[in-house]
């Protein structure tokens, strides 16, 4: 039997990597704009976590299914963890984009010693509809980038150099980064226990 999955978010990046992490026979992945669902959850958490619960539950509340959220930040180290919880919320100016935000960071580091070692960090929450809610989290290890490099992903990704692979997330095919990525290593726990909890 086929399951209906939500994947809780609005966000066109999020969504494709989402879609390529957890596109199994049995599942078929939902949008919010597929059910024209249009829902703004408040991230008031103070972790992680709490944010990507909160998104969870209110999307499968609000659809009947189970849904899956995630929250993610960047953590620098020369910053004291900034921009971290707030990474989407970094600039101060209205409407800001991915570039705006990257730009601000690289202005902040500009000044301090490199490396500017930091790290991406996610986690993935689960709710379903009879009140079931699981996370999971996951942690890729890298540094800030002096200039941006490559042309995929969103947000960070572009100036986010990979320890391992000595590329910027940008750099690297989906396929690579759903090996090493923060969202990645997070997926596959979840992935590991979903088809039980969806029988």
Known sequence: MTRQLLIATTNRGKQEEMASLFGYADLTLVTPQDLQLALTVAEIGRTYEENALLKAK?????SGLPALADDSGLEVDALDGAP????????PK????????RKLLLTKLAELP????ARFIC???????????ITRSGVCEGEIAQ????????????IFLVKE???TMAELGMEQKNR?????????KILDILPGLLA
Request: glycine fraction near 12%; hydrophobic fraction near 40%; charged fraction near 20%.
């Open 180 to 188: 090493i990525s923060h969202r990645a290593i997070a997926a596959q």
């Open 114 to 117: 490199q490396p500017w070692t």
């Open 165 to 167: 692979a000595n590329q």
């Open 84 to 91: 971290g919880l707030y990474s989407a919320r970094f600039s």
């Open 58 to 62: 209110a999307f499968c509340v609000a």
């Open 123 to 133: 986690t993935i929450a689960l709710a379903l509809p009879d009140g079931f809610t």
């Open 94 to 101: 209205s409407g800001a984009s991915d570039g705006d935000r």
């Open 147 to 158: 200039i941006e490099r490559g042309e995929t992903g969103f947000g960070y990704d572009r």
